[in-house]
T-cell receptor, first 115, second 116 residues
Framework: AQSVTQLGSHVSVSEGALVLLRCNYSSSVPPYLFWYVQYPNQGLQLLLK??????LVKGINGFEAEFKKSETSFHLTKPSAHMSDAAEYFC?????????????FGAGTRLAVHP | EPEVTQTPSHQVTQMGQEVILRCVPI?????FYWYRQILGQKVEFLVSFYNNEISEKSEIFDDQFSVERPDGSNFTLKIRSTKLEDSAMYFC??????????????FGDGTRLSIL
């Protein structure tokens, strides 16, 4: 069964520091993977998606993620954190189900950025 | 950019009462979903809907839940007799396609449901 594990429920970085949010997946088929961000009191906004076209995926707001099949990972990175990046980040895998697809989410990682 | 809109943003209801959560998906999308997030827990799939019928539902989606697309724009989630454990944030999502898993789902801002 497909699943997603996010390591670290809370990550804290200094402004300007590297952001690394970890996501490992389990899938019996080639996965489609997504990162979503949730700002306070808002919904889930798509950051980026992996759909097998390229292993390094660039998203919005300077984020990118690299798909590594050998490590079953899809970690999210950003070279330099900004205060506005403080939010909760969710990794998700698209799971075939009854001819359609649904998303299975990880538990989320709350990113704090301090001055 | 088109977006999914949900109303109300916050709903407070007495236990045992019926509640209807409303969503307007993106206009050219054909696949619709409800997810929920209990405070401090994962976002969980509830139900998917296509061509005016449920395509899949989770074990959470019992007989107290129903979905409907009453007209060409709205997509609703009804809980017939609410329980305390139904308190959660409910998210609506839509996508252009669901048979190809690479199509992203676009989410609304959610409805926070509080059962008293």
């Amino acid at each position: 069964a497909q699943s997603v594990t996010q390591l670290g429920s809370h990550v804290s970085v200094s402004e300007g520091a590297l952001v690394l949010l970890r996501c490992n997946y389990s899938s019996s088929v080639p996965p489609y993977l997504f990162w979503y961000v949730q700002y306070p009191n808002q919904g889930l906004q798509l950051l980026l998606k992996y759909t097998s076209a390229a292993t390094l995926v660039k998203g919005i707001n300077g984020f990118e993620a690299e798909f590594k099949k050998s490590e079953t990972s899809f970690h999210l990175t950003k070279p330099s954190a900004h205060m506005s990046d403080a939010a909760e980040y969710f990794c998700a895998v698209s799971v075939p189900s009854g001819g359609y697809n649904k998303l299975i989410f990880g538990a989320g990682t709350r990113l704090a950025v301090h001055p | 950019e088109p977006e999914v809109t949900q109303t109300p943003s916050h709903q407070v209801t007495q236990m045992g009462q019926e509640v209807i959560l409303r969503c307007v998906p993106i206009s050219n999308h054909l696949y619709f979903y409800w997810y929920r997030q209990i405070l401090g827990q994962k976002v969980e799939f509830l139900v998917s809907f296509y061509n005016n019928e449920i395509s899949e539902k989770s074990e959470i989606f019992d007989d107290q839940f129903s979905v409907e697309r009453p007209d060409g724009s709205n997509f609703t989630l009804k809980i017939r007799s609410t329980k305390l454990e139904d308190s959660a944030m409910y998210f609506c999502a839509s996508s252009e396609d669901s048979q190809r898993g690479n199509q992203p789902q676009h989410f609304g801002d959610g409805t926070r449901l509080s059962i008293l």
